[in-house]
């Protein structure tokens, strides 16, 4: 009978998905929530993250019951319709991220047209 020493190999595979488990903050994050969301904006390097439910309403999102709303209403965020308004021309990158029910992510110029884009949904 050949013996195989295991260790060295659990400990690699062991390592691995904890790596792969640490490259995103999303995806730390998920938990039994309908959808996480996040907010990157690139200047700064600061992240916002909250949980929405829609069925109940809830999460840690402060606008649960209007972003749902939106979700319901038009079917996915992606298919949320931008309003019709103008913003400046700043150039101040953020990004967008859904992860969950729906995997989303997207970039906008500044935090006026991802408001204009997915209005509520994003609003945290």
């Not at 690699?12 to 969301?37: E, F, I, K, M, N």
């Not at 909250?50 to 809830?58: A, K, Q, R, T």
């Not at 729906?102 to 209005?119: D, I």
Request: overall charge negative; hydrophobic content about 35%; charged content about 20%.
């Amino acid at each position: 009978m050949q013996r195989t020493n295991l260790g060295p190999a659990l400990a690699c595979a062991a390592a691995a998905v904890l790596a792969v488990g640490l490259t995103s903050p999303a995806s730390a994050a998920r938990t039994d929530a309908d959808y996480v969301l996040s907010v990157e904006f690139e200047n700064s390097g600061e992240y916002r993250q909250v949980s929405l439910d829609c069925d109940p309403e809830g999460g840690t999102h402060p606008k649960a019951q209007e972003a749902c709303d939106l979700i319901e209403e038009h079917g996915s965020i992606e298919a949320v319709p931008a309003e019709n308004d103008q913003c400046t021309m700043e150039y101040n990158p953020v990004k967008a991220s859904s992860i969950g029910w729906e995997e989303y992510s997207e970039t906008f110029s500044n935090p006026c047209l991802l408001g204009l884009a997915k209005g509520e949904v994003f609003d945290f």
